[in-house]
């Protein structure tokens, strides 16, 4: 079964940085785009981020340009999403997703094209 595991989320203050993990289990993160999203209380999903191995290889939500970075660790199969400088608009509960429906698929910043999704993982940011 192919499944996306989440972690890394908690509880920050302004300013601070956190550093979340993508795992997926029966395939290949390498060979799809992954993208990060996230969704506030009484907000619509959003993508922040995405990762792929067609051009554009990279995809950042222009309020995270510049705070946050999605890298890849090949050898352990993990999606990182660095996120620095957060502030009480990060907060939301964060997803990764990937796009199994064809192999090197491009990133995309809605959520429809994505067929997999983990499980979430909270992200708090307060004073």
């Known amino acids: 079964q192919v499944q996306l595991v989440e972690s890394g989320g908690g509880l920050v203050q302004p300013g601070g940085s956190l550093r979340l993990s993508c795992v997926g289990s029966?395939?290949?993160?390498?060979?799809?785009?992954i993208g990060w999203f996230r969704q506030a209380p009484g907000k619509e999903r959003e993508g922040v981020s995405c990762?792929?191995?067609?051009?554009?290889?990279?995809y950042y939500l222009d309020s995270v340009k510049g705070r946050f970075t999605i890298s890849r660790d090949r050898g352990t199969k993990t999606i990182y999403l660095q996120m620095n400088n957060l502030n009480p608009e990060d907060t939301g509960i964060y997803y990764c997703?990937?796009?199994?429906?064809?192999?090197?698929?491009?990133?995309?910043?809605?959520?429809?094209?994505?067929?997999?999704w983990g499980q979430g993982t909270q992200v708090t940011v307060f004073s």
């Open positions: 029966n395939f290949d993160l390498d060979t799809y785009a």
């Open positions: 990762l792929s191995r067609r051009d554009p290889p990279t």
């Open positions: 997703a990937a796009r199994t429906s064809y192999e090197y698929s491009k990133c995309a910043p809605n959520s429809t094209p994505y067929n997999t």
